[in-house]
């Protein structure tokens, strides 16, 4: 399900659809690129990444839109696809899309090359699936997480880019069309994403792993406050440890490469251990009773959050312990339920693309 393929299908026409009104349309549509920039994209700060990545790539920007999309707008803009995708990752992908505002961008290429804009924009942006990006690839500059929040869109061929911006645009491309006829004659001003909320780096990761630690460490810190004790206090109890712990792990992530978060994952499993069963016995035995409500709803959503972390077990709903932590007074917020549920929708369908679907979106 996932826009933002670099393998999209040959886009058909939308009733409506106009090219600008010059003899030169062809022309106008080969030499302007497409892209959207996913709310998770926008509202964590790497508008400036892909803002350089493009002008190191010999694109130039000339229009830059905040939008809302609606779940209208991912119907129209792959309403081909749908209808032959798993419904969850349909549903998923329309969430990633919509929860917050895009960033529509258009870009003319300095490069001279018989490649129109929109392939060679495609072919550089690398593949849906992060797993298979190499260095120098937008996704992989990015820090893109997995098949489905992958961080960016962009039209494959010159017939997407006219159709996807009357879709996008609904219908009002005038002046999209007006300011691409000035940047290709050299008298549009660059444009810079100063003006944008969320353009700037504000430090919050989009992968697995960021979320799924920050999450555990405020299960950890609400059972720290929950078994607390006269005897032991808050710093002395085994909660308090796994606490002091977690907050160890974020801190060793935040020296990681944020541009290959797979790896980074990958490098943690092979160390990481769960907590949560061990800390159930030592709470249990502290109290030498039952345990309450509340820190049974903490145990268990950080057990959930754990096998999703460490991949120990199959494909867990995180609406499962989510809906636990929420009870217990930890809500996960709408980036972090992002993350998890475009990670178990991914998972959950095998986590790759098929041979029949590495031409069409969205996956």
């Known amino acids: 399900m996932t826009d933002i393929r670099n393998d999209l299908t040959s886009p058909c026409d939308v009733p409506g659809t106009s090219l600008p009104p010059d003899t030169d349309a062809t022309t106008l549509a080969r030499s302007v690129g497409l892209m959207v920039l996913?709310?998770?994209?926008?509202?964590?700060?790497?508008?400036?990444?892909?803002?350089?990545?493009?002008?190191?790539?010999?694109?130039?920007?000339?229009?830059?839109?905040?939008?809302?999309?609606?779940?209208?707008?991912?119907?129209?803009?792959?309403?081909r696809e749908i209808p032959h995708r798993d419904g969850l990752r349909v549903e998923v992908f329309e969430k990633l899309l919509t929860w917050d505002r895009s960033l529509l961008l258009a870009v003319v290429d300095h490069v001279e090359t018989p490649e129109p804009t929109t392939q060679r924009l495609s072919r550089l942006k690398g593949p849906s699936d992060p797993a298979l990006c190499v260095a120098g690839q937008l996704r992989m500059a990015l820090g893109a997480a997995n098949l489905l929040n992958n961080l960016v869109h962009t039209s494959d061929a010159p017939a997407a880019v006219t159709r996807e911006a009357s879709v996008i645009l609904e219908g009002d491309t005038q002046a999209f069309w007006s300011a691409a006829r000035r940047a290709l004659g050299g008298r549009a001003p660059a444009v810079n994403p100063s003006g944008v909320p969320g353009a700037f780096d504000d430090g919050r990761g989009i992968s697995l792993l960021h979320v799924a630690l920050g999450y555990c460490?405020?299960?950890?810190?609400?059972?720290?406050?929950?078994?607390?004790?006269?005897?032991?206090?808050?710093?002395?109890?085994?909660?308090?440890?796994?606490?002091?712990?977690?907050?160890?792990?974020?801190?060793?992530?935040?020296?990681?490469?944020?541009?290959?978060?797979?790896?980074?994952?990958?490098?943690?499993?092979?160390t990481g251990r769960a907590c949560a069963s061990r800390l159930a016995n030592g709470v249990i035995c502290a109290h030498r009773a039952a345990v309450g409500p509340r820190t049974a709803d903490l145990l268990k959503a950080l057990q959930g959050a754990e096998s999703v972390l460490l991949g120990s077990a199959g494909p867990a709903d995180p609406r499962d312990f989510l809906s636990l932590g929420l009870r217990a007074g930890v809500p996960a917020d709408p980036r972090e339920i992002l993350v998890f549920m475009s990670e178990y929708a991914v998972v959950r369908t095998g986590g790759r693309v098929s041979s029949s679907e590495s031409h069409t979106a969205p996956q």
């Open 217 to 270: 460490r405020r299960l950890l810190h609400a059972l720290v406050d929950e078994t607390a004790c006269e005897r032991c206090g808050h710093d002395g109890t085994p909660a308090a440890r796994e606490w002091r712990e977690a907050c160890q792990k974020e801190a060793w992530l935040a020296r990681q490469d944020a541009r290959r978060p797979l790896e980074t994952l990958m490098r943690y499993r092979s």
């Open 38 to 79: 996913h709310p998770l994209c926008v509202q964590t700060g790497r508008v400036r990444d892909a803002m350089a990545w493009l002008d190191r790539n010999g694109f130039r920007v000339f229009f830059l839109k905040e939008l809302q999309l609606t779940g209208g707008h991912i119907r129209d803009l792959w309403r």
